[in-house]
């Protein structure tokens, strides 16, 4: 009976292909640039026909807030750059043109 145990655990701990394994202790990572290639793949699934009739209006649902999210982030980093930018264009005091 312990080999059957045995067995059951490493199966169980073995990943699957095509799957990531995050390791313990680390809360997984999703950044920005993930995001984006999640809209990417949405897309080009979309346009390839990936998706089935019923699934397109949640599907669509969900690509419609992920690019409302993304666009609100680029308009927030343009903002930043943009407020960040005459700061360095200033001259340092005490130095005249």
């Not at 640039?33 to 089935?52: E, H, P, W």
């Not at 807030?65 to 360095?88: R, T, Y």
Request: aromatic share 4%.
């Amino acid at each position: 009976m312990s080999e059957h145990t045995e067995t059951q655990k490493e199966e169980a701990t073995v990943p699957q292909e095509g799957t990531v394994s995050t390791p313990q202790g680390e809360a997984p990572a999703l950044t920005v640039a993930d995001l984006r290639n999640l809209r990417t793949i949405i897309d080009i699934s979309s346009q390839r026909g990936s998706f089935k009739g019923p699934e397109l209006g949640t599907i669509g649902a969900v690509f419609d807030k992920l690019d409302a999210f993304l666009k609100g982030v680029d308009a927030k980093e343009a903002a930043q750059q943009e407020a960040e930018a005459p700061a360095q264009t200033e001259a340092p005091a005490g130095e005249t043109s």
